[in-house]
């Protein structure tokens, strides 16, 4: 099994991008949060996951390892597939997955295209107690977070996803909410202030 690509982006369609590595190209599935931030020529690490549906073969490809465990902890989950898990970490990353269903924070997991609120109560059932044995929450801790970060990663998400609903690009809107973003705000603030930071760049 194909576990580590190190390469360079050689092409970009979507979210399928072709990796070459040493004159051999891998064609893998990646997060649009990292579709986003590369252009092709860039150098790429991903650790993959090899998905085998029917017969037919599709590598997945993450950032980190975090992200591609919570990806085959998703997997794990009854009828959810490997492009519905894909598009949730495509929307988010593993952190803030695995804070959303500590939470037991399902509206959360439906900003990802194709999981809607019953999808999004069955990962959280599924897994919220085996959550704890992955090890995130400590990251989220060493980042500087508290008992608050979970609830903050709702409203920020949600934001986020409101914002993208009305037509903004992710990228746009990430950036609008990291600078609207204060301690306490509820979320239609959140998005109003948010929507004023993009108005004044018009």
């Given at each position: 099994m194909i576990g580590r690509l190190s390469g360079v982006l050689a092409a970009l369609d979507d979210n399928l991008a072709l990796v070459d590595v040493n004159g051999v190209g891998y064609d893998v599935v990646i997060p649009r949060r990292l579709c986003d931030r590369v252009s092709v020529g860039d150098p790429l690490i991903l650790h993959t996951h090899l998905s085998v549906v029917n017969d037919v073969q599709q590598l997945y490809g993450f950032e980190s390892i975090a992200d591609r465990m919570v990806f085959?902890?998703?997997?794990?989950?009854?009828?959810?597939?490997?492009?519905?898990?894909?598009?949730l970490v495509s929307e988010l990353s593993g952190h803030e997955i695995a804070l959303a269903i500590e939470?037991?924070?399902?509206?959360?997991?439906t900003v990802a295209q194709g999981i809607g609120n019953k999808a999004a109560e069955?990962?959280?059932?599924?897994?919220?107690?085996?959550?704890?044995?992955?090890?995130?929450?400590v990251d989220a801790?060493?980042?500087g977070s508290d008992a608050n970060?979970?609830?903050?990663?709702?409203?920020?998400?949600?934001a986020i996803m409101a914002l993208r609903q009305l037509g903004f690009q992710r990228l746009e809107a990430e950036d609008a909410v990291a600078q609207a973003h204060e301690d306490g705000l509820e979320v239609g603030e959140l998005i109003q202030r948010?929507?004023?930071?993009?108005?004044?760049?018009?």
């Open positions: 085959r902890k998703l997997l794990g989950v009854n009828r959810l597939g490997p492009k519905s898990a894909a598009a939470a037991q924070d399902s509206r959360v997991l069955s990962i959280v059932f599924a897994l919220r107690e085996d959550v704890p044995k992955w090890g995130l929450s801790t060493a980042a970060y979970s609830v903050s990663v709702s409203v920020t998400s949600q948010a929507l004023r930071l993009i108005g004044t760049k018009v």
